[in-house]
């Protein structure tokens, strides 16, 4: 059995090293020592905040929530046609 794929891009949660502006929002700006989400697409590095982080993971959890309702009622309606109704 092969390994577990992910839809998922790399994510880690680091420190930021130097102080640098948040990539979704410029007037968030990172200091030394803070939290922040890192991205990496690419072998390139995105950094954000931890407010833009936390807005950008809800509305991903939302959407990957919303295909997996999406997904099983597909696959409700298929199992549901193959079972005679008594």
Do not use: Y
Request: with cysteine; glycine share 4%; aromatic share 2%.
């Amino acid at each position: 059995m092969g390994r577990q794929k992910s839809v998922l891009q790399r994510l880690a949660v680091d420190e930021a090293e130097r102080a640098h502006d948040c990539q979704h929002n410029q007037t968030h700006r990172l200091q030394r020592g803070d939290k922040r989400l890192k991205v990496t697409k690419d072998r390139t590095p995105e950094h954000f905040c931890v407010t833009c982080a936390l807005k950008i993971i809800e509305t991903d959890i939302a959407k990957l929530q919303a295909l997996a309702v999406e997904l099983r009622g597909s696959s409700l309606l298929e199992a549901s046609a193959l079972t005679p109704n008594h």
